[in-house]
């Protein structure tokens, strides 16, 4: 798949499934980026691999307030921010270190999805929150790679979905989006 078949212009092969929280639908732009966080955190979502929306912002890249309020919120944050991680190799580093991996845990992706079905060594009172940042960066130059952590991604969120800690993973989206992952806001 080349990376133009897994980017989507703004608007382009956008999909236009509603997600429920509680008993309120929300479409796309009906939520802004904050109030779909605050749905997420309330536990009114269902877990899964999400696109969040953010509006562009100059600097917000690496901007990590959301796990403030995660972490008020009994939520485990984590932040992979892409802009280094170019290939398979740099983003299992990435995630080795962002997810407090064991030491060699992580070296490909079958070990990281096992690793990230399990988390023992960093328990949360709600839930995870991934938020993936700049990952345009590997879909233009592996987009294979990409693919791969999403379905490592996948994975886990349907580990975890049952549980009283779900994980959320967040792909970061500012005019760019991943095909056939769904919005939050």
Do not use: I
Request: charge should be negative; include cysteine; aromatic fraction near 8%.
């Amino acid at each position: 798949m080349s990376a133009g078949e897994m980017l989507a212009a703004d608007g382009a092969g956008r999909p236009g499934t509603p997600r429920t929280a509680g008993t309120q639908e929300l479409r796309g732009d009906d939520v802004d980026a904050n109030q779909a966080l605050t749905e997420l955190l309330a536990g009114r979502l269902e877990p899964g691999v999400y696109q969040w929306r953010t509006p562009p912002v100059p600097g917000a890249v690496g901007d990590t307030s959301w796990t403030e309020r995660a972490e008020e919120a009994g939520w485990r944050g984590f932040h992979l921010d892409g802009r280094r991680a170019r290939d398979s190799r740099s983003l299992l580093r990435l995630c080795a270190g962002v997810f407090e991996l064991p030491d060699g845990a992580g070296a490909d992706w079958d070990d990281l999805g096992e690793c990230l079905k399990d988390l023992s060594w960093t328990p949360a009172k709600n839930g995870y929150v991934v938020l993936y940042e700049s990952w345009a960066e590997l879909a233009d130059a592996d987009p294979g790679s990409l693919r791969a952590v999403l379905d490592v991604f996948a994975g886990a969120v349907k580990a975890w979905r049952d549980t009283p800690t779900p994980m959320t993973v967040l792909m970061s989206s500012v005019g760019v989006e991943v095909a056939g992952v769904p919005r939050l806001a």
